[in-house]
């Protein structure tokens, strides 16, 4: 085996098996900022176990939530990354060796056989997802932990232009009403809106890589997340759908350009244990670990 | 809202005691059994491996570790153990419990009316464990008795633990018909046509 991809399949490995253990800065700020002002009723004990969970994790080293998903990689690959050929093998040696070492549950179940292959390799699993960025010589990796119950409200269907930018906040609420309390509250809310569904749907998904707190640079778009997220909140999930005062960490929308005749929309849904990494590898394998600020892997 | 500390076997009389809203610490026999361990107790009709009288289901699926135990060859450990989506089991939840006499399910999420008149006529609750709190979980889990029907996969398996104060278990669904998170529902769907009502016309975008 070269060099490069056990370099490489190492790095991500350790990245994979700290951010099962670890939310990444921006959650648990949101976090602690809503702990302050859930203080009625059942929320305040949710969080507390919430926090102390945190701490155990790190302190136990431990994958904070036990279903650690399916793993999902989406890979910007800068033009100059010297290392192509390697990148796809080496996240699959990965995510054997962070599910063996983490250790990871193993959530690979393939489709008709109905087995579960017992090390979260499959067909397209680890699923990955590529982007070419130009003129850059950086490998920049997000990792994403798609738990079942956080994927359950996920849809993607497509609107008829008439039924408007309404119609996507109404199937948006009425999801969160339904599938919302199961998806371990509060959640970030990924819309994606474009011309047909699958686009919509990869949109939303990208939607939830984005920083919580960080808006749409479309004034339009950051308005719309803005008063989906206020309508949520006015519904009051509350932690684990027991009520309380809040209902989402956010709502983040991601668009793409729609058919005159389609207005196409996605949704995907982060839990609270919102385990989304990021790291841009250098070729000589140096990283910026940049969603854990002052992490050493 | 009262908290209450039982052991199992859980007796109907502690079943009464309790109502939605209520909190419970469990010390004892809890066995998790999600998806595949109720298609097979219910719908493929298997006998349970292990006696489950008045003991709690754990709708879970952990991540498991093999540790070098003396003299006990499948020795395991838990990593993390936090509830799953328990309305994934409203199909069969009922019959399950009529079958096994578990009487606390422990799961995240509400369940609906089937499961709702099983609690009423089998005498048993529904129970959430806050959700993503695996490792607070694991961490009251003090021994792993054994495991049954390993061929499922590590997450459907039925494995036998051993918990102390295990919690917090916030009652969902009491003995009496009453359903916490259904009752949320109701509030929930009529401030969500009030927030949509509010949307009215600031999202027109389109001209
Ligand atoms: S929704 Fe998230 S926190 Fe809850 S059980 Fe699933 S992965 Fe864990």
Redesign the pocket.
Known sequence: MSIPREQLSALVASFMSYSAGHLPDDVKLRLAQMKEIENEGFAPDIYNVMEKNMQLADSLKRP??????IPQFFARVGSKWPYMDIIEDALIDAVKEATAKAPLRPNAVEVFDEKNTGNNIGTHSPWIDWEIVKDSDELELYFY????????PGFSKVLMPLEGYEGIAKAVFEQMTTYGV???PP?LVGIGIAGSSEVAAKLSKKALLRQVGSHNPNPKAAEMEKLIEDGLNSIGLGPGGFGGKLSVMGVNIEQASRHPATLAMGMST??????RAGIKIKPDFTYDFFTHKGAVL | MSTFEFKTPVSDEDIKKVHIGDVIYLTGDIVTGRDDVHHRVVISGKEPPVDLKGKAIFHAGPIMKKINAEGEPDKYKVISV????SMRMEKAQAEFLEKTGVKIIIG?GGMGPKTTQGCIDNCAIHTIFP????VVAAEEVVDVEGVEWLDLGMPEAMWRLKAEKFGPLIVSIDSYGNNLIENNKVDFNTKREQALENLKGKLSYME
């Open positions: 904070s939530c036990q279903d650690t998903g932990m798609a738990g079942g119950g956080c994927s359950l199961n998806a371990c959640c982060a839990c609270w244990a919102h385990r | 936090g509830p799953t989506t995240k959700g993503g709190c695996a």
